[in-house]
């Protein structure tokens, strides 16, 4: 994980329906998702763990990320667009297989 390839802070919600900002960071390799108050790794997810993105059809910003045998994120950013491509992009220039993404309302 040496090369940041996305970083910006997302709205993440949380399992008791809490809305928390959080720092949002795409490397070669993996997901991290940081508490940018505590400056604390909430999360790292592997990139070959990740089995889809899911994308609202309205014009919202939210996606989920849903990830192999773990608990799924669902985030909103007005960034979502390059979040999608900079993922796609990662695990097609890798030996990882290529993320799907799927639309739902």
């Given at each position: 994980d040496t090369k940041?390839?996305?970083?910006?802070?997302v709205l993440k919600f949380t399992g008791s329906g809490k809305i928390k900002r959080r720092g949002?960071?795409?490397t070669e390799m993996s997901i991290y998702i940081v508490d940018l108050e505590a400056v604390l790794l909430k999360r790292r997810?592997?990139?070959s763990a990740v089995q889809k993105i899911l994308l609202s059809e309205l014009s919202d910003n939210y996606f989920a990320i849903?990830?192999?045998s773990e608990y799924d994120c669902l985030m909103a950013s007005t960034r979502k667009s390059e979040i999608v491509s900079v993922l796609a992009e990662a695990?097609?220039?890798r030996s990882i297989s290529e993320i799907d993404i799927c639309f739902f309302n």
């Open positions: 940041v390839l996305f970083a910006d802070s949002f960071l795409i997810i592997p990139l849903i990830v192999q695990t097609k220039d």
